[in-house]
Structure formats: C-alpha cells, structure tokens
C-alpha cells in the first residue's frame, strides 16, 4: 500500500513544483483561493472526460468521440433548457451515454480497433451536431435561470463542477480499485486472452468502459453549456487529446493494464496548472502558449517516465 | 447420478480453415481419477481441452459433464459448471500483483467491494501450502516462469472444481516443486476430484496417472490403465511405430579435446552469482545442472550479455570479452535459446519462414532484400529435421501447437550457424520422439565443432547428451562430472550436498 502511494510520486512533486516556483514568482495573483478554484473549475470538464478515458485506455483503448459528444450534449442541453431543466441537464448524459454504447459494441462485438472506431463515431456525432444547430452557437433559455448553478454556482463556497469531479472521483476510484469491473479493465489491459481464460467478461466490460466515458462526456457538455450559457457545436474540438496526454502524463500506460484515475488527476491537474501560468504570463501569443504547453509536457512525461523506471 | 464418469465427450471434431485436427474423438474421465492425455507435439490434446472450456467451438460431438450435456460457450461457462484450467500458455497477467491473479474474477468482497487484506492473505496461506513464500502484492511479472506456475496451479485449485485441468503444469517446474503438486493432486483425488494431466516427460505420468488416453494426429488410439503399460509400450502408442531406441538411455559422451573456447572465471552478479567459473571446449556439449535459482539462467544471461555482472571476467578464444548487449554477443558468433521461449522468442503474427529466419536475416538476404525461397528452404530443413508439425513454411507460428512453437524457436538458434549456443531447457514441452531428434541434432551440431552449454532440468538429457556436466549450488560451482561419472545419483547428490556420493567423481 505505501508503496502504491509512493509510485505516484513523481506527478505530485512536478505538480508541487508548479505550484510553489509561480507562487513565488506572481505571489497572490498565483497563489489565492480565487486563482485555485479558477485553476479546479478550467479543470472539471476535461477531468471528468479523462476519469472515462482512464477507464478505457487501461483496457488498452481509446476513445477519441469524446470532444464530440460534449459538443452534441452542450447543443442539446442548450435546446432543452426550453423544456425543462430537467431535461437539459439529464437527455445530453443519456446521449453520451448512447455514443458510448455506440462504440462498446463496435469495439466489443464487432472488433474493431478503438482507434478507427471511436474515429468514425467521432465525425458522426461532431456531423450531427453541425445539422441540429446549423453550425450556430444556441443560447440558454431566459426561463431557465437555476440552469446556470450547475456551471457557475458554488456550493459551501466550492464551484459547483469540482464537487461533481471530486464525487465522481471518488466513485470511479473506488471502482476501479474494489470492484471486480475496475479489476477487470486491468486484466483486459494487461492480457486480454488471458482475462477471457480467466473467465473474465471482456467484451462487456471493455463496453462498459466505453459507455461510461460517454456519460461523463455527456455530463461535460452540460456543465459547459452551463457556464458559457450556450451550447456551441464547435466546442469540445481537440478534448479528446487534452485528455489522452493528461491520462498519459499522469501515469497510465497507453498499452493498457497500469494505471488509474487518481494518477489521472495528477495529469489533469499538471496540464491545467501549465495553461493558468501561461495565462497568468499575459501578452503571450497563443501559438507561443501552445508551443510552450507541449515543451512542457513533454519534459513532465520525461521526467515521470525516469521515475517510473526507477520504481520498477 | 451413478454415473461414474465426471467427464463423457463423445465424438468431437474440430477443423481449423478446412483443416482437421481431431477427429471424432471420444475421451472421458471417471469420477476421482488422475488421467493423463498423451500424444505428441500437435496431436491435439490443447485443443480438445479448449473446447471442453468453451475457447473454441466444436464443429461436432457432445459433452457430458457430471451426467449433463454441457455446451459451454466460454471459460466463464465452463468454470461455473466446474472446471478449471491450467492451459499451456501462460494465462495470468503480468501486470497484476500475485494475488489478484489468483483471485481476479471471483474475488473476495466485503460490503460489496473487494477485500484485499483477505485476499492477500488468503493467497499468501494458499501459496504456502504449496511451498512457496513470496510477496503476494508484488507484480506477477516480477517473478520467473517457475513461480508463475505455481500461481496458475494456487489459481486453479481455488476453484470449486470438479475437475482441474493441468495442459503442461510441471514443464517449467522442478523436481521438489512436481513433488509438492503431485500431493496436491492426491489430496484433490482423495476429495474425489478428476484431474486431467498433461505433460511429455513419461515419468510423471507413471507416477501420477492412474489412466490415460491417446491420440495421434488427431485421432483417438486407445484407453488404458497405466499400470498395464510399459513406458516403451506407451511411446510407441504415441508415435505409432517401434519405440526402440527413443526410450533408452544411452550415452554418447565423448573426450573433447579441442581448444578452449569459452572460460568463465569467478562470475558475481546480484544475489543470484556467487562466483561462478566455467571452461567450454570447441565442439564440447557441457551441461549445466542445478535446482531453480541454482543460478543456470543467470550465468547464460550473463555470459550472452543480458544481465551486467558485478565482477568476474569472460574469455572466448582467450581473449577477454564483454557484452553489452546481446547483439554484440550475437555478432561474436553466440546464440541463446532462452527458457521462456513463450514471451521472448514468439512474434505470433509471423510466418514459420519469418519466425526462424528473424535473427539471421543476412543469411536469407540479397543486397538487404530478404530472399523468399531462401527463407523458406530453411525453414522446409527444419520442418523435417525436428519434425515441426505444421501446414507448411508459410503458417503463422500462433496457429502450431505448443510444441511445436517451441521447435520453431529452437530452429531460429541453430540455423544461425553460431560458435557457441546456450539451450536453456531445450526440449521443455517437447515430446517423446521430438525430443530425440533435438538431441540428435544437437550432437551433430558439436560434432561440426560448435560448442554446446546445455541448460536442463532433465538428468537424463544430460546424460544421454553431455560431454561433461556443471553442477550448480547456490550459486556456486558444486562440482563437476564427467563421462562415466554422469549418473542421476551423482548429479542429484551434488546439488543436494555439494558431494558426490561414492567415490567416483571429484569437483575441480
Ligand atoms: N488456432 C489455430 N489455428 C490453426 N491451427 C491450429 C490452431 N490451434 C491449433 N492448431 C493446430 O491443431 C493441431 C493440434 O494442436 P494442439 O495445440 O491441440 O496440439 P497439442 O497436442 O496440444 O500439442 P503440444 O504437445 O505441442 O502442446 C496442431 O497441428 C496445430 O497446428
Ligand atoms: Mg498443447
């Protein structure tokens, strides 16, 4: 146990570092609790969408419809607030929730590779979202004002859309640790003839995995439309990577079997962190920022991989 | 009920792509027996397993189990109606600690989540009873093949079976270690338990084995009750000619005196290398004996460049060497045809030809262009020479039996043409009649003055084999035999005390 606790080592103490060096550098324009919940709020979506990406990728997938699907739940989320809120916040989850099924079957019983299927889902769903929208962006509702709390509100005063990551957290790591299904996508990972030899189920579990990405993809897109009070058909583009890379630079092996959520928040958190210095840096060129952004990552998933070597 | 068979396949067929590899086979196994499936490499016998667990689809016959027509449609099915499987490739998953391995897919829950104090201290009891103290949380890949196995068996023992399947459970085992499974076999036959064995060393199958059942290409040959078979009765059962000079005993060393070609001297590496010295002659087969962690492995992968050593010095041709990677020792005229054939030498989607051919590619090359016909009449030499069942040179190395895989490696090294080659349990998983043609080939290939160091756990390979023979203690040189004084007694006091018994023999 302590030295499972170790092992994630290496991601904390560059995320440490990432807070302590701008801390000293930008003092409280850094370091505040305005800037920590700034930094936890850019977070939540793409942190949730990783949390599902995890799952997928330990059983040696990936899904790339992800930025997609929160496209089409933003978009449908913003159309329902119409009817009720109700609505808006729960058919865009069983949206994603259907993507992921979409993709669990193609990959689970079709068998095709998650690259290529995930791919093909991915521009049909971005292509459905162009068609109900017309490419143009769809306000929230005016009658629908308690809508905005999910995205915007606080409650004992953390942002609404940290407390549902931090549940979901909890939950997935949970699952992923104690549950014979959270075990199950290791042993897929990790040896998928051999898991079905064990008597393992792969192809439902590996569906499974799909369909939950989905849901928190789906649940993404609500939170956005909630905080930007639009759903926009062009959001969510390139999410799918900022997710794989902050899967990947938490630690989880893209070939699958190791890993898991937790070290996937360190991920979340380091990527998230690079963006709100470079932001905090100012009259930086976007293009520069992202120039910046890459370098960085990649030094950190250097750095990670050295430690790791190290533990084994 | 009355029934007193647990086990009734009747008539089972099976093709793959139009070609058939069993049929209409009967098999059945009464209620408390140990029952052995014998055949040679590629006869069948994994296959007809994998359909009994639902990994394959029979394209005929039936299935009673416990008087019950069964049609398990995968492992899952075939565990609840109670069977469990050790199959022939590994089948645990190396990134996983040692106790979820054993435990993973029916684990231990409290309040509906997974327990694992319970479960690492359940397996850490479990492992225990079969002789084996080791950190139960620690990844499975970071122990060797031997203790993986003993977790495949810990795993299937667990189950509440009624019948336990073991497709070559002991090959990668040692002598005390078959000794420990062996009573565990009779203590599940004692409970009334039905275990199917499987394994190519003839011994263990007189000794465990109250009936056995052989097929031969895919055809059933008989039923039999071991204690009314000869071991020369059996084998020639299972290749279906004269067994006559397949089962004896005989000894072909000679007196190498060539020159010396490889001399080791005080090798320390990690814990495992205590000082290690070792001198082999040109064209001289030396073998190597020892129990598990004795240190043989280590030495060789030392010696070919693997693993570093921490001090000692290596000469070939008296000149000092020192490998850094294997393909320094690979261009130095060495090859190593390693134990753990399974992970490190299969690349599965390959052909035969390709299989073979990937470590030598220069020989099947023209301008860097990889001669075809080339590639293939080397593969056709082998195919023939240690009889690789196969469809033909252009088969994908997945789709040949067990075995046969093994030969195919085993045909990579020594069609290299090398100086000097390291056999790390050759024949391992190798029946009868393959194992001798193995042998035969390896003598002839030191008679063409390549230098041989010849790794097993097989006394009698050594003897039939070896020029001279290294016993290994703890990673020490315990002695050394030579000619005449290569006896199984003297072998086997050596590693027990580090003596031999009388006379005889004196380590250098
Ligand atoms: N998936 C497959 N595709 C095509 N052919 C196969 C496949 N699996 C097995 N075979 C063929 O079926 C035959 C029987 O193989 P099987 O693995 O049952 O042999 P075996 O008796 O277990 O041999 P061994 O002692 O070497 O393990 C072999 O000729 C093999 O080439
Ligand atoms: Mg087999």
């Not at chain 1, 994630?8 to 409280?28: E, K, Q």
């Not at chain 1, 949390?51 to 930025?67: E, H, K, Q, R």
């Not at chain 2, 002789?131 to 499975?140: Q, Y």
Request: overall charge neutral; glycine content about 10%; hydrophobic content about 45%.
């Amino acid at each position: 146990m302590l030295k499972n606790k170790l092992k994630i080592g290496g991601s904390w103490i560059a995320i440490l570092v990432l807070i302590v060096v701008p801390s000293i550098i930008y003092g409280d324009k850094f370091f505040s609790t305005t800037n920590a919940f700034n930094v936890l709020r850019q977070m939540s979506m793409i942190g949730l969408i990783s949390i599902g990406m995890t799952c997928v990728i330990l059983t040696a997938g990936i899904d790339l419809s992800v930025g997609a699907t929160v496209a089409l739940a933003a978009v449908l989320s913003a159309m329902l607030t119409e009817k009720s809120v109700f609505l808006a916040i729960f058919v865009p989850v069983l949206a994603g929730i259907f993507i992921g099924a979409v993709n669990g079957f193609i990959i689970a019983r079709l068998k095709i590779v998650p690259f290529i299927a995930t791919l093909a889902v991915q521009m049909a769903v971005r292509g459905i979202a162009y068609i109900i929208t017309d490419i143009k962006s769809i306000s929230v509702s005016e009658h629908a004002a308690s809508f905005a709390i999910l995205g915007r509100g606080y409650l004992y005063g953390i942002p609404i859309p940290v407390l549902i990551l931090a549940l979901v957290l909890v939950i997935m790591g949970f699952v992923c640790q104690r549950t014979s299904f959270g075990r199950s996508l290791y042993a897929i990972g990790g040896n998928e003839d051999a898991a079905k030899m064990m008597g393992i189920k792969v192809a439902r579990n590996k569906a499974i995995a799909y369909v939950l990405t989905g849901a928190f993809s789906g649940l993404a897109g609500v939170i956005l439309c909630s905080r930007l009070g639009a759903g926009q058909p062009l959001s969510g583009t390139g999410w799918e990577m900022d997710a794989v890379a902050a899967v990947a630079i938490g630690g989880t092996l893209l070939s699958g079997g190791v890993g898991g959520v937790w070290k996937t928040l360190s991920g979340v958190l380091i990527t998230a962190l690079i963006g709100n210095i470079i932001n905090l840096q100012g009259n930086v060129n976007t293009y520069v920022q992202q120039i910046v952004m890459g370098a960085i990552v990649l030094v950190v998933i250097i750095i990670q991989r050295r430690t790791q070597m190290k533990e084994s | 009920m009355g029934n007193e068979y647990i086990l009734e396949m009747k008539g089972i067929s099976k093709s793959f792509s139009s070609v058939k590899v069993l049929h209409e086979v009967d098999f059945r196994i009464k209620k408390g027996e140990v029952h052995a499936l014998m055949g040679e490499n590629g006869a069948g016998k994994s296959t007809l397993i994998k359909i009994l667990t639902g990994i394959y689809s029979r394209d005929g016959g039936t299935i009673l189990f416990d008087g019950k027509e069964i049609h398990p449609a995968d492992a899952l099915e075939a565990q609840k109606a109670g069977i469990s499987t050790i199959y022939q490739e590994i089948s645990l998953i190396g990134q996983l600690s040692v106790a979820e391995n054993i435990y993973i897919g029916r684990e231990i829950k409290k309040h509906g989540a997974i327990d694992w104090k319970a479960i690492n201290e359940k397996s850490r009891e479990l492992l225990a009873g079969l002789g084996l103290d080791i950190d139960v949380t620690k990844v499975l890949s970071s122990y060797g093949t031997a203790i993986q196995q003993m977790v495949a068996i810990a795993r299937s023992i667990l189950i509440d079976a009624k019948l336990v399947i073991m497709d070559e459970a002991t090959s990668s085992l040692d002598d005390d270690e078959v000794k420990i499974l062996f009573n565990i076999i009779r203590k599940l036959k004692a409970q009334g338990i039905s275990v199917l064995f499987i394994s190519h060393r003839l011994p263990e199958i007189f000794e465990i084995a109250d009936s056995l059942t052989v097929l031969k290409d895919g055809s059933l040959v008989g039923e039999y009750r071991t204690a009314d078979l000869t071991r020369k009765e059996l084998v020639s059962k299972m290749i279906g000619h004269d067994a006559e000079n397949i089962v004896e005993v005989k000894r072909t060393y000679r007196k190498v005196s060539g020159e010396e070609y490889l001399k080791v001297s005080d090798i320390q590496s990690g814990i495992k290398l205590k000082g290690l010295n070792l001198t082999i002659h040109r064209g001289e087969i030396v073998g190597l004996a020892g129990l598990l962690g004795a240190g043989r492995t280590e030495l060789a992968r030392v010696i070919f460049g693997i693993d570093r050593k921490d001090k000692g010095e290596i000469w070939i041709d008296g000149k000092p060497v020192e490998f850094k990677l294997p393909a320094h020792a690979i261009g130095h005229g060495l090859a190593f045809c390693s134990e753990d054939r399974k992970v490190e030498g299969i690349i599965p989607n390959l052909t035969i030809a390709e299989n073979i051919s990937i470590a030598n590619m220069k020989e099947v090359s023209r301008f860097g262009v990889i001669h075809h016909a080339k590639q293939r009449a080397v593969a056709k030499e082998y195919i023939e020479k240690i009889r690789i069942k196969t469809t033909g040179t252009d088969q994908k190395i997945k789709n040949l039996s067990g075995g046969n895989q093994q030969k195919v490696i085993l045909a990579r090294w020594l069609s290299m043409k090398p100086d000097f080659i390291i056999l790390d349990e050759p024949t391992r998983g190798i029946d009868v009649g393959a194992k001798k043609e193995i042998e035969d080939l390896i003598r002839e290939i030191s008679a063409e003055g390549i230098s041989v160091l010849l790794i097993s756990s097989e006394f009698e390979e050594l003897i039939r084999n070896c020029d001279r023979v290294e016993v290994l203690r703890d990673g020490k040189n315990a002695g050394c035999l030579r000619g005449e004084e290569i006896t199984e007694n003297n072998i086997m006091s050596l590693i027990a005390t580090g003596k031999v018994e009388t006379g005889g023999g004196q380590s250098e």
